[in-house]
């Protein structure tokens, strides 16, 4: 079993920050990528920030404001927010592509409970 928890959201003020954790446990072999998802009322999960071995991949929404980094050999990622809007408003999940231990050898999605963020104007 693996398991994605999730930390850090709640409410700020626009223009405010906010850091949002995740950290993977449970049978690990290895995870080959982490990132972060959004999902506000009435819209598609979207992607808002990815990272791999190769580098970071961020939404153009957020580009110039928010820094995905990871600690390896914790299993964790981080999403700092600066600067938020409103717009920014959404159930943040995490996401990690894990090759679990005892198969099979392949990565398999994983996905957190959500957080939610609320940037108030």
């Known amino acids: 079993q693996v398991q994605l928890v999730e930390s850090g959201g709640g409410l700020v003020q626009t223009g405010g920050s906010m850091r949002l954790s995740c950290a993977a446990s449970g049978s690990i072999i290895t995870v080959t990528s982490m990132g972060w998802y959004r999902q506000a009322p009435g819209k598609q999960r979207e992607l808002v920030a990815l990272?791999?071995?190769?580098?970071?991949t961020y939404a153009d929404s957020v580009k110039g404001r928010f820094t995905i980094s990871r600690d390896n050999a914790k299993n964790t990622v981080y999403l700092q927010m600066n600067s938020l809007k409103p717009e920014d408003t959404a159930v943040y999940y995490c996401?990690?592509?894990?090759?679990?231990?005892?198969?099979?050898?392949?990565?398999?999605?994983?996905w957190g409970q959500g957080t939610q963020v609320t940037v108030s104007s």
């Open positions: 990272i791999t071995g190769g580098g970071s």
């Open positions: 996401n990690a592509a894990v090759v679990k231990g005892g198969g099979p050898y392949y990565p398999i999605d994983h």
